[in-house]
């Protein structure tokens, strides 16, 4: 409820004129019943001695109000619709702005489905809340209070008999909102379980159909389906109990009204009109505690996805940004990682005890074991996440005291899987970045043997499918890594990005690296030793632990494990 009312205070004026149209549009409504039995009771037994001109007029009134109130009432929906609209529209950005700047941890965390579903489920439900609530929560209460008021005017007595029937409608309404909140808060987090396999499944489609693992997904998804519709039926038959019984006590109390009222008439204590009417209100007042009961349902689903957007909201940073720019000085190695440890669940060490030092221009080589740790370093260097212990330097500067913007301009780095969008190969390359021109994307597919680019009709306008689908995986790691030579960064980092690569197109491509960013500090992990070789620095890590580092030649001569990976690799031709 609080975040509904700082969602539309913005729109206060928008939102005072949806509210004040609702509420004049309902006392008109509330005006009818009134009016008819005003003519049942007082002008018709006139009009039998020949006066139907009184008949005319209160016709013309009636028909003008049921217009008024029927003009007013569709003003306010649609107003309270663009108020609903705007304030979602406001909350999405701030939401997807805080997403952004969301640490890598915090992301793994909350779980990428859990984020996209707070995006889009989440802020709909708020959206349904928005627009309800100024539907339902001034026209429920106006006629609620209004009925009484009328029925109170029209028969005291009658009216006993309704007020004896609100503390059950109280009941039941306090029943829907403390039942509801769990009940809709425990399905959101299940479809978010369901996103997630469903996003797995969907980007690894072809990795279940190669490994014949189809019926084992479905499985998978049929549980989580089936664990979905639980809750979901769980909560739906706990309120389905609501609107029934509501018609139950609205059903009983009318008989006991109308019997009540016929001993009335015949006592003469009460007209046929006022009966009437006094049904009417009766109806009306009932109806208005259901829409009550709506609006509380409506306030616990909006208040369990209201509260999981703001565990968002209010995520503190995690991650600092500093505030010093990037000052090149010669007198620094370019990186230097210094005694540094992390691990991503803070129980068993990532990387352990990490010490290396780089120049400007020189190339670092990264060679282990799959899931050794080596792309943690690089996420430690782009600042993903920050070391548990120890230092990263740049430029002999912890690089917690820079600006991460900064930081991450100057670093290119290339992953194995990287985006790549459906774009033409010049956005794919160029990527909205301003500072890079024409000539920088050529002179970038040059250096990462793209060659392939002129084989294709329109050349860099090709069109590229999502992810690259109409690429080879050569073709892709080649557009990935001159996306990274085009922003000319000051450390280029290829992360398995050449795998695909046959060995001489690989061999060509670091020449020319070389060649053309002869002052960028490379780092390259690879599982081929050949694409590392001429590093002046490989460093051989194992379950999170440098085990070696030299250059190629002294591995050569000191380590047993990079001897065999050269026999196996090389065929001995190094030894
Ligand atoms: N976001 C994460 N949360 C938790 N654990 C993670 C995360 N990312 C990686 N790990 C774990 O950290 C370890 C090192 O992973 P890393 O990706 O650095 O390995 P790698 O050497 O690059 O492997 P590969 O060659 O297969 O890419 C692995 O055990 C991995 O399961």
Redesign the pocket.
Not at 290 to 297: A, C, E, H
Not at 474 to 496: E, F, M, S, T, Y
Not at 562 to 569: M, V
């Given at each position: 409820m609080n975040m509904i009312l700082r969602l539309v205070r913005p729109h206060w004026k928008k939102l005072t004129l949806s509210l004040s149209f609702k509420t004049i549009g309902s006392l008109a409504d509330l005006m009818l019943p009134f009016l008819i039995s005003v003519m049942i009771d007082d002008v018709i037994p006139n009009s039998e001695e020949g006066d139907i001109e009184l008949i005319v007029y209160l016709g013309i009134l009636m028909l003008l109000i049921a217009v008024i109130g029927l003009y007013l009432n569709i003003v306010a929906n649609r107003s309270a619709e663009l108020v609903a609209a705007l304030s979602v529209q406001g909350l999405r950005h701030d939401l997807f702005e805080k997403i952004e700047s969301l640490s890598?941890n915090q992301v793994?965390d909350l779980t990428r489905p859990s984020l996209i579903s707070r995006m889009t489920t989440d802020t709909y439900n708020l959206y349904n809340a928005t627009a309800g609530l100024q539907r339902l929560g001034v026209r429920a209460p106006v006629l609620l209070i209004g009925g009484i008021v009328m029925a109170l005017f029209l028969d005291p007595v009658l009216t006993l008999v309704m007020i004896a029937l609100l503390p059950l409608i109280g009941l039941l309404v306090y029943f829907t909102s403390s039942k509801g909140i769990p009940l809709y808060k425990r399905i959101q987090s299940l479809l978010d379980k369901l996103t997630r396999t469903l996003r797995e499944n969907i980007t690894g489609i072809r990795v279940v159909k190669a490994l014949s693992m189809t019926e084992h997904e479905e499985e998978r998804f049929d549980k989580n389906n089936q664990e979905t519709v639980n809750a979901e039926l769980k909560a739906h038959y706990t309120m389905a109990v609501i609107n029934p019984t509501m018609h139950a006590i609205m059903n009983v109390g009318l008989v006991v009204v109308l019997v009540i009222g016929a001993f009335r008439i015949d006592s003469e204590l009460t007209k046929k009109g006022e009966i009437i009417a006094f049904i009417t209100y009766f109806t009306i007042i009932l109806n208005a505690m259901m829409s009550i009961t709506r609006v509380f349902i409506m306030i616990s689903r909006a208040s369990a996805s209201g509260s999981r957007i703001d565990e968002v909201l209010h995520l503190p940073k995690d991650m600092k940004d500093g505030f010093d720019e990037v000052v090149l000085d010669e007198a620094y190695p370019h990186v230097e990682f210094r005694n540094v440890s992390f691990s991503?669940?803070k129980q068993k060490a990532?990387?352990e005890n990490i010490n290396f030092k780089l120049e400007r221009g020189q190339t670092l080589g990264i060679i282990?074991?799959?899931?050794?740790?080596?792309?943690?370093?690089?996420?430690l260097l782009m600042r993903f996440y920050d070391p548990d212990e120890g230092t990263i330097y740049l430029h002999g500067k912890d690089i917690k005291t820079l600006k991460q913007k900064e930081l991450r301009k100057r670093i290119g780095l290339v992953l194995?899987n990287d985006l790549i969008f459906a774009d033409s190969i010049y956005g794919n390359i160029q990527f909205n970045r301003n500072q890079i021109n024409d000539e920088d994307v050529r002179v970038a597919t040059k250096v990462a043997q793209a060659e392939f680019i002129k084989e294709k009709e329109d050349e860099l306008n090709y069109r590229l499918s999502q992810r690259g689908s109409n690429l080879s995986g050569g073709q892709k790691q080649r557009l990935l890594i001159a996306r990274a030579v085009a922003g000319k960064p000051d450390i280029l980092i290829l992360?398995?990005a050449s795998s695909a690569l046959d060995y001489q197109t690989d061999m060509k491509m670091r020449n020319s690296l070389k060649e053309e960013l002869s002052d960028t500090t490379m780092i390259i992990?690879a599982?081929r030793i050949s694409s590392l070789k001429d590093s002046n620095l490989i460093l051989l890590?194992d379950d999170?632990k440098i085990i070696d580092m030299g250059t190629h030649e002294s591995l050569m001569k000191t380590s047993k494990i990079y001897q065999e990976l050269a026999f196996y690799q090389l065929g001995g031709e190094d030894k």
């Amino acid at each position: 409820m609080n975040m509904i009312l700082r969602l539309v205070r913005p729109h206060w004026k928008k939102l005072t004129l949806s509210l004040s149209f609702k509420t004049i549009g309902s006392l008109a409504d509330l005006m009818l019943p009134f009016l008819i039995s005003v003519m049942i009771d007082d002008v018709i037994p006139n009009s039998e001695e020949g006066d139907i001109e009184l008949i005319v007029y209160l016709g013309i009134l009636m028909l003008l109000i049921a217009v008024i109130g029927l003009y007013l009432n569709i003003v306010a929906n649609r107003s309270a619709e663009l108020v609903a609209a705007l304030s979602v529209q406001g909350l999405r950005h701030d939401l997807f702005e805080k997403i952004e700047s969301l640490s890598a941890n915090q992301v793994d965390d909350l779980t990428r489905p859990s984020l996209i579903s707070r995006m889009t489920t989440d802020t709909y439900n708020l959206y349904n809340a928005t627009a309800g609530l100024q539907r339902l929560g001034v026209r429920a209460p106006v006629l609620l209070i209004g009925g009484i008021v009328m029925a109170l005017f029209l028969d005291p007595v009658l009216t006993l008999v309704m007020i004896a029937l609100l503390p059950l409608i109280g009941l039941l309404v306090y029943f829907t909102s403390s039942k509801g909140i769990p009940l809709y808060k425990r399905i959101q987090s299940l479809l978010d379980k369901l996103t997630r396999t469903l996003r797995e499944n969907i980007t690894g489609i072809r990795v279940v159909k190669a490994l014949s693992m189809t019926e084992h997904e479905e499985e998978r998804f049929d549980k989580n389906n089936q664990e979905t519709v639980n809750a979901e039926l769980k909560a739906h038959y706990t309120m389905a109990v609501i609107n029934p019984t509501m018609h139950a006590i609205m059903n009983v109390g009318l008989v006991v009204v109308l019997v009540i009222g016929a001993f009335r008439i015949d006592s003469e204590l009460t007209k046929k009109g006022e009966i009437i009417a006094f049904i009417t209100y009766f109806t009306i007042i009932l109806n208005a505690m259901m829409s009550i009961t709506r609006v509380f349902i409506m306030i616990s689903r909006a208040s369990a996805s209201g509260s999981r957007i703001d565990e968002v909201l209010h995520l503190p940073k995690d991650m600092k940004d500093g505030f010093d720019e990037v000052v090149l000085d010669e007198a620094y190695p370019h990186v230097e990682f210094r005694n540094v440890s992390f691990s991503y669940n803070k129980q068993k060490a990532n990387l352990e005890n990490i010490n290396f030092k780089l120049e400007r221009g020189q190339t670092l080589g990264i060679i282990g074991s799959t899931g050794s740790g080596k792309t943690t370093l690089v996420n430690l260097l782009m600042r993903f996440y920050d070391p548990d212990e120890g230092t990263i330097y740049l430029h002999g500067k912890d690089i917690k005291t820079l600006k991460q913007k900064e930081l991450r301009k100057r670093i290119g780095l290339v992953l194995q899987n990287d985006l790549i969008f459906a774009d033409s190969i010049y956005g794919n390359i160029q990527f909205n970045r301003n500072q890079i021109n024409d000539e920088d994307v050529r002179v970038a597919t040059k250096v990462a043997q793209a060659e392939f680019i002129k084989e294709k009709e329109d050349e860099l306008n090709y069109r590229l499918s999502q992810r690259g689908s109409n690429l080879s995986g050569g073709q892709k790691q080649r557009l990935l890594i001159a996306r990274a030579v085009a922003g000319k960064p000051d450390i280029l980092i290829l992360d398995d990005a050449s795998s695909a690569l046959d060995y001489q197109t690989d061999m060509k491509m670091r020449n020319s690296l070389k060649e053309e960013l002869s002052d960028t500090t490379m780092i390259i992990i690879a599982q081929r030793i050949s694409s590392l070789k001429d590093s002046n620095l490989i460093l051989l890590i194992d379950d999170g632990k440098i085990i070696d580092m030299g250059t190629h030649e002294s591995l050569m001569k000191t380590s047993k494990i990079y001897q065999e990976l050269a026999f196996y690799q090389l065929g001995g031709e190094d030894k």
